[in-house]
């Protein structure tokens, strides 16, 4: 480094040695690991400490039980809460129905969000695109609550849908098609967005040259589109399967007498004070969602994201 | 009121028994729990000055100062009057009140009876020094040093309101008109998929009620103190039930409106949702032969209380006759002091909500902790806890 030039000195002692922000910079210039290091503590720290940390107390505390009485926790750890969970045969039925509500509300989305995002990306004139995305993205801004109740007026005994199926009590009712129906509905704009994308990506010039070579539509979206586009898919599936994996609130109000995993989770802590059974319950969806992100990382839907 | 009486003279010896084995337990083998006395805590000698403000633990409704709606505000003059200004915490459920409380960030809490024995054995309230509040002298008799509110005729709290948890049906759809709680119970019900019920592990009380008064072989005595076979009886007849739920219920608005569509015919409910729908649809609300379960909450003073002077200045002034009258009016609940039913808007509301007969009160049994020691005084069984309740109230709904 060459020496920093000195103005002359305006009092005695002034400015002789460098001022201790130079000298930390050169100091840092000459060390670049632990440059390195400070300019990602800050994040690193973030993940670390607000949710890895966060998911490691949930794996901790779910080792603890509760003083039934007074409701403190007892920091003792045990499996108990796992034995638990094992040995009831209903926690294994509300996590299989959890996973099925999930898997379904994927399927449903992605069979409407195909064609609307080929209409999106290909179909459409240019100047409607943005407007259709916008319209597309607007529910998102909508309170949860809002459309969740909307849903349960609609639902509900001689309301619309009733009256689409034929009369008070022939629609689906409040139950789990219920729950699937709202679900499907409220995730559809993180399916289609993905797949958008993927498909902006796609060159008009590959469907041309399909087209040319004598493939028909529907070959050309069998052969060329959709190969190209399973990985948005799955990277649009993972927002709506981890979603409907960890929904209470919907279910509570079109599910009837349905309970999925999240309504465990939410009774227990809320209704039972047993944060450690929760905790226990929680991991459940996480050991699902991890198994779930391992899969579609195979199928390279994380570079879609 | 005698058989009531008795019976609670019997839970009081419960709490005898389970204070007096204090002593001789040796933890080792028993329920944690069971077996021991409430800490000692000091009530307050006197009132002095206000601390400027105070903290409140509530259910929603209960400490309203104009911002939900600004007819509504009892707040504000209180704040005028004593010049403490009132902090509040709404809590959503009992189980988030107790935690709350064990913060020791907050003076006084509106406790329901499935809560005021854990704050009391947690040793997170102190008992209450009547004589500093001069309205609790009105407070209706039968609601004063009840198993729920009292440990050895020790006052923890000033009874603040109560209401049933009534049988609802529409009156167009359910024919004849029931007088029982079998008409929800029943397996081959012709309202299937129609009926509702509350969804909280408590309503197993229900199911106990019910049980106690038609199946006398079990000698249930009290709903909330189940041993094993009492225990699995309930939750068989809930699993039974289930079958032909339509919903369960714990958000009122959304039960208003499952009775309005026809959703649900038939159920649980509280007076206030039946005055919501009013006329909107048919229905009616009653009080079933068997009985019914219910809530009593009541006002308690938190053992390490920062603001202790301003919290009492709170309780007198919540329970005296015109407040207590708000308040019972806006949430819709029986009034405890005696003397609101002069001060509400509506000259019938104490008719409508029973709030002076003691007999209509008698024939509720109040949410209580169920815990392991036995509610109903038995010794040599263990009860169901809470825990045990609630992990039942999960597998009952499958």
Known sequence: MPPVPVPAPAGPGRARAPRPGRALSSWLYRHARVRLGLLLSAPLLWLVV??????????????????????????????????????????????????????????IDALIALPMAFYLAKVAAPRWRGWLVIAVLTPLWASYLVKAYAWRVMLANGGPLDDLFGGPGHGPGYGLTATVIVLSYLWLPYMILPI????????????EASADLGARAFRTWRSVVLPMIVPSVFAGSIFTFSLSLGDYITVQIVGGKTQLIGNLVYANIGAAGNLPLSAALA???VLVMVVYLVAVRRLGALEQL | MGTYRRVMAVAAAGVLALAGC????TGGGSAPGTGVKPPKVDRLAAIGAGEGEVDIVSWAGYVENGTDDPKVDWVTPFTRATGCKVNNKVGGTS???????KTGDYDLVSASGDATLRLIYGGNVAPVNTDLVPNYADIQSFLKLKGWNSVDGVPYGIPHGWGANLLMWRTDKVTPAPTSWGVVFEANSPYKGRITAYDSPIYLADAALYLMKTKPDLKITNPYALDDTQFQAAVDLLKAQNKNIGEYWSDYTKEVQAFKAGNSVVGTTWQVITNTIGTDAPVQAILPSEGATGWSDTWMVAAKAKHPNCAYKWLDWIVSPEVNAQVAEYFGEAPANARACDHTADKAFCGTYHAAEAGYAAKI????????????GRTGVTCKDYAAWTKAWTEIKG
């Not at chain 1, 958008?196 to 469907?207: F, I, Q, T, V, W």
């Open chain 1, 50 to 107: 607000a949710y890895l940390g966060a998911l490691a107390l949930l794996l901790v505390s779910s080792l603890w039980t509760v003083d039934t009485f007074t409701g403190d926790i007892v920091r003792h750890p045990s499996l108990d809460n796992f034995r638990a969970i094992a040995g009831t045969p209903v926690y294994r039925t509300v996590a299989l129905r959890s996973v099925a509500v999930a898997a379904a509300v994927t399927v």
């Open chain 1, 196 to 207: 958008y994308a993927g498909l902006e990506r796609l060159s008009d010039s590959l469907l």
């Open chain 1, 283 to 285: 991991t459940i969806p």
């Open chain 2, 22 to 25: 204090g002593g001789s337990g």
């Open chain 2, 95 to 101: 189980d988030e009140m107790v935690t709350l409380m």
């Open chain 2, 365 to 376: 049994w109040y949410w209580t902790t169920p815990t392991a020691q036995c509610l109903d």
